[in-house]
């Protein structure tokens, strides 16, 4: 009886498998690709940070800068045409395996810089994703890649984004493939390619800026030995995390439905006026909050009131930016809130560890958002350099379990059948056959 045994260099081979052989260079150039691209666009965005940023006016100077750029917004969304957004690039993984061509970019790019450097409440992770992915699903048409092999390297393209902002390349990785889905990672296949691709895209990354490989938090360490105690709050943090998630998502379709009969022009501009007025309810209300994140968990002391008022302002400034078309992401706000929230109810909480409260929080409410369990620990841990990877875990599948039918992203469906069938049928939306319990839009 012969035993068959894959070495590490055959798995790895088969995970590039293709009729042509192709995959693997166009992964490994998307990976060194998106990786430039990250460099530039965070260049970018930190230079007119130096301009726009609120912290360089005061409140009513900086409400007049959201005002102007809102205007910008309008017209470049007129005269370059429509950005897209994350979920239709989702949609068309599903679809087709990637966006077909490099057209909305030349208007994503300056929308998308512009209203982030100027303190919008959404971060770069949904634009350099979508960047990424698009020019990953173009490279991948350039080397005649099938519909199967397209997906994987646009994934790839999405992977590397996703590095360059979080610096954790596994992390990266997984949430490329989880963020596609509602129920856990699908397109498993495509797993080695993201994560070399997201690896070649971090060594560009570290190489061009000259960053070292040190966490971007600068977290107090973490506690030596973990307690049943600290599993249970683990246990809250998810009920906590997915109670969030349910508040931003209707908070983002209520949002939705106040702009949706605006002129498309209006919109941008509708939204700078409602961020001027939200900065007055906390300084840290506006902007995408990696750098006020990395401010408070320096802080030796914060007051429960700072926290709770920051919490009300990203609830706020984070889905009044996207229903006016500014384009972001809103991962890195929701582990604000998430931290904001554990820390705040860390002294009212006997026994309750602060680190541990306050990872499992960030976590709990990305999850109950995005539907990325995996990913969302693996970033968590990797940008702050703690080892917490149990409570995280906890907290992150018991949010996952209770937002199963809370739906933001709705793009999010099942993968092709084995046979390679759609689960949905070809022309059909996913609205259509909407997974059980899920939250249609405006309901």
Known sequence: MRTSFVTPGRFLLDSFAAGRGHLLPAVAVTGVVGGLIGAAYVTALNLMRGVLFPEHWSRPAHWLVLIAVGITIAVLIKLLGDPGDTELLVNNIHISGGPEGLRSLRSLIPVSLIGIAAGGGIGPEGPLTQISGTVGSWLGQRFQLDKTELRTCTITGMAAGFTV????????????????????????????????????????????????????????????????????????????GAAVAVLFTWLSLFFRAVFRP??????????????????????????????????????????????????????????????????????????????????????????????????????????????????????????????????????????????????????????????????????????????????????
């Open 165 to 240: 902002l979080f610096a954790s390349p596994l992390g990266g990785a997984v949430f490329a493939l989880e963020i596609l889905h509602r129920k856990g990672l699908e397109y498993y296949e495509a797993l080695i390619p993201a994560v070399l691709g997201a690896l070649a895209g971090y060594a560009v990354y570290v190489a061009t800026t000259r960053l070292g490989l040190q966490p971007i938090w600068s977290f107090e360490e973490a506690p030596k030995a973990l307690h049943l105690a600290d599993l249970g709050w683990s246990v809250a943090c998810g009920f906590a």
């Open 262 to 443: 605006l002129p498309v022009w209006a919109k941008p501009v509708m939204a700078a006026v409602l961020l001027g007025g939200v900065a007055y309810v906390s300084p840290y209300a506006l902007t995408f909050s990696e750098y006020q994140l990395a401010s408070l968990v320096t802080m030796k002391s914060v007051a429960v009131t700072t926290l709770l008022l920051a919490v009300v302002g990203h609830l706020l400034s984070a889905p009044i930016t996207m229903a006016g078309t500014w384009k972001g992401g809103f991962i890195i706000p929701l582990f604000f809130i998430g931290y904001c929230l554990g820390r705040a109810a860390t002294p009212f909480l006997p026994g309750a560890n602060e680190i541990v409260l306050a990872t499992a929080m960030m976590v709990a409410c990305n999850v109950g958002v995005t539907k990325t369990p995996l990913a969302s620990v693996l970033v968590v841990a990797g940008m702050s350099g703690l080892r917490l990877l149990p409570t995280m875990l906890i907290a992150a599948v018991v949010s996952l379990f209770l937002t199963s039918g809370v739906v933001l992203l709705e793009s999010q469906r099942r993968r092709e059948s084995v046979k390679g069938e759609d689960v949905i049928a070809e022309g059909e939306s996913p609205l259509d056959h909407p997974e059980e319990g899920a939250l249609a839009p405006g309901a």
